[in-house]
Structures are given as C-alpha cells and as structure tokens.
C-alpha cells in the first residue's frame, strides 16, 4: 500500500512513516498543503493522510482542489479540533474519515486499512500517454511503441512525474523532493544521473527525444525537441 501523508508537524510525521514503513507500507511525505498537493497529484497513492492545519493553504483546501480534479483517493484527516461543527467541515469537504488528536497508533492503523479496502479509481486509473511513450499506473508498466521498456522503481518514479507534469518545466529540487522525499538528502548530481539512464532507455533508439534539459533549472518531458 501506498500512503501519503501531509502533516506539518515533523516529528508527528516521522513517527507515523516510520510505523508505517514498519508495517511494510511505502510512505511518501509532505509538510505544507502546497507540496502534498502537488504529491497527490503527481502519484497515485492508496490513502492520503491529511492534517488540517497546514501552513500556506489548510487540508481542506488541499482536500477541495484534489476532488474537484477529481482525485479520489481515500483521505483521511488528522486534527486536534473535534468540534462537530468542524467534523462535519471536513467530511463534506471530501475527507473520507476524520482522526483527531491525541490517537492510538493501533487506531490509525486500523482506519487506514478499512480505507484502503474501499474502492476507489486507483485500479481503474488512465494510462498516460506522449506520442509514444504509455505508461500504466495501475501496473506501472511503460511502453515506447511496441517495446516494454523495464525500469526500476526510482526510474519509474521519476518518469511518472515527468510525464505527468507534459509540458511543465520541473526544477531539479521539485524532481528530488518528489522522487526521493522532502527530507532526502540525495544530490543533484544523482538525479543527473538517473536521467542519464532513464534517457538510455526511453529515448535512445528514437528519433524523438522526450526527456528534455532546460539549462539551469530542471527537466521535463514534452513531444518536440528543444528549441
């Protein structure tokens, strides 16, 4: 299962990754509303973790922006403020269930695994396409033409954000924080690196270069060489 979890306080999120990743999950973290949105719409993950006081713009916002994507991944939102008034703000603002603090960890794990039971459009999700590269979520398979092209996790990762952001320049520090976490202490050269590989296999034996450089500020992937 896949988690993403949006809570400004670090230490509170730490320990909840942390448990997670102990029960075998794969954990993804952001600490402001701008960046966990950005993650869940970059991703698709089976459960998102939400809090709703979040600095430069609140979980339900984030949670409001993301439906009206139509984002419907299960959401589950996490706040010291138990008033109904406010229960009730945050369920119709799209949250899918509503812990509020101080919790059990035992109690989390248990809501977090009735949501992932719920359907949702994960298994159901679109490919993603760009001339002719496809990529399936679902399987996370990728296609250039008719060539499966086998990448590991962290390509993958990387390319999935890439062609999810077609057209839109991403800066070196956006890729990292993306593919490897906000608190990932991993180079720029190392990102360089794996694009050198992705590039190999992805755009090599093609005319068409899709992975494109955009000298001192980042990357993105679009159907036209560089200008």
């Keep these: 299962m896949r988690v993403l979890i949006v809570e400004d306080d670090r230490s509170m999120a730490a320990l909840l990754k942390r448990g997670l990743e102990e029960e075998n999950q794969v954990v993804s973290a952001a600490f402001d509303g701008p960046s966990g949105l950005e993650l869940a719409r970059s991703y698709e993950f089976d459960v998102i973790i939400l809090d709703w006081m979040l600095p430069l713009m609140d979980g339900v916002e984030v949670m409001r922006r993301l439906r009206k994507g139509g984002n419907a991944t299960p959401i589950l939102m996490l706040t010291a403020r138990d ?25 989390f794990l248990a809501r977090i695994r009735a949501l992932a039971r719920r359907p949702n459009v994960i298994s159901h999700v679109k490919r993603l396409e760009i001339d002719d590269l496809v990529i399936d979520p679902a399987t996370h398979q990728v296609f250039r033409g008719e060539r499966e092209i086998q990448l590991t996790p962290t390509e993958y990762k990387l390319l999935e954000f890439l062609v999810r952001r077609t057209g839109r320049v991403a800066s070196r520090q956006a890729i990292v924080e993306a593919v490897w ?16 590989l992705l590039r190999k296999k992805v755009d090599q034996q093609h005319k068409l270069k899709l992975i494109q450089t955009v000298r001192g500020f980042g990357y993105c992937v679009r159907a036209r060489e560089e200008e």
Aim: hydrophobic content about 40%; cysteine-free; overall charge negative.
């Design 181 to 196: 976490g906000l608190e990932s202490e991993v180079e720029e050269n190392t990102l360089d690196a794996f694009v050198r």
């Design 83 to 107: 008033a109904m008034q406010d229960i009730v703000k945050g369920l119709d603002a799209g949250a899918d269930d509503y812990l509020t603090k101080p919790f059990s960890f035992a109690e």
